[in-house]
């Protein structure tokens, strides 16, 4: 089913989360980002469309800044997050540097996507990026945001994406396989749920556990943004993007990882 939906889709959004891009020190890991892109590449030659939704901005703030890691005032964390878009976009223009693709990058807000003029140049600026070859790297701007205009969370903005994009497929890569009826860190016998047509039986069937450490969404959140794509007839993959060469694999159908259907 998974390699099925590569196959058919031309215009994919792929959403990187925090834990998938932090290495083992909660620093940017950067030999994730040169494999990804590599793979990135080799999709694209294929004939694909990529956008990336990017998640880690504070990551990266903390790799330039770590005396700042334990700050919780909102100044010094959206002061982080500044420091670290330059650094986040520095790391995947390096990464894709070897294949030649040009990156360029889209920071937004919640007010973006409801004010309709600047939701048709976002939607303009996308599409003229994308054809020229170039992968636009999209995350929250949350050295401006409270709450009134914060999206929240880069599974939610990497749906919201997909849709202004019109995109035919959005990969959320996260730290795990998919979604499993019960959390599997905490039990044992968690059995993956490969493939959801129904979400609304979905979450009413299984038990969804605590957040994870790095990100701000925990599984409801990767949920709720399968509903928003699927409501507009784009499909959903769940996935773990710390396994080796996950997206070669998801590609190739050796990789497991959750599918949500669209009507």
Not at 49 to 55: D, K, N, R, Y
Not at 83 to 97: H, N, P, R, T
Not at 122 to 149: A, H, K, Q, W, Y
Not at 229 to 238: C, D, H, R
Request: proline share 2%; glycine share 8%.
């Amino acid at each position: 089913m998974i390699a099925k939906l590569f196959a058919r889709s031309r215009k994919i959004v792929i959403k990187i989360g925090s834990n998938t891009l932090a290495d083992a020190e909660g620093k940017i890991d950067r030999a994730f980002l040169a494999s990804f892109a590599e793979q990135a590449a080799v999709l694209m030659k294929s004939g694909k469309q990529l956008v990336v939704v990017s998640s880690g901005a504070r990551i990266a703030g903390i790799s330039a800044i770590d005396k700042w890691a334990r700050k919780k005032d909102i100044h010094y964390k959206q002061a982080l997050c500044a420091i670290g878009q330059v650094e986040l976009m520095e790391a995947w223009k390096k990464a894709f540097e070897p294949s030649g693709i040009h990156i360029a990058q889209l920071l937004l807000t919640r007010d973006d996507f409801s004010d309709d003029i600047r939701t048709l140049n976002m939607r303009n600026t996308l599409f003229t990026l994308v054809d020229e070859g170039v992968v636009p790297v999209i995350n929250e701007n949350d050295s401006v945001c409270v709450d009134e205009i914060k999206i929240g969370d880069n599974d939610t903005l990497a749906s919201l994406s997909a849709v202004l994009w019109s995109a035919d497929l959005l990969v959320l890569f996260s730290d795990i396989d998919g979604v499993y009826d019960k959390n599997p860190k905490e039990h044992g016998d968690a059995v993956l749920v490969e493939t959801v047509s129904d979400i609304a039986a979905l979450k009413a069937s299984i038990s969804i556990g605590t957040t994870n450490g790095f990100g701000t969404g925990g599984i409801s959140t990767k949920i709720e943004a399968a509903e928003k794509a699927v409501s507009y007839g784009i499909p959903m993959i769940l996935a773990h993007g710390g396994r080796p060469r996950a997206l070669e694999a998801l590609v190739a159908g050796r990789q497991p990882g959750t599918v949500f259907l669209a009507d």
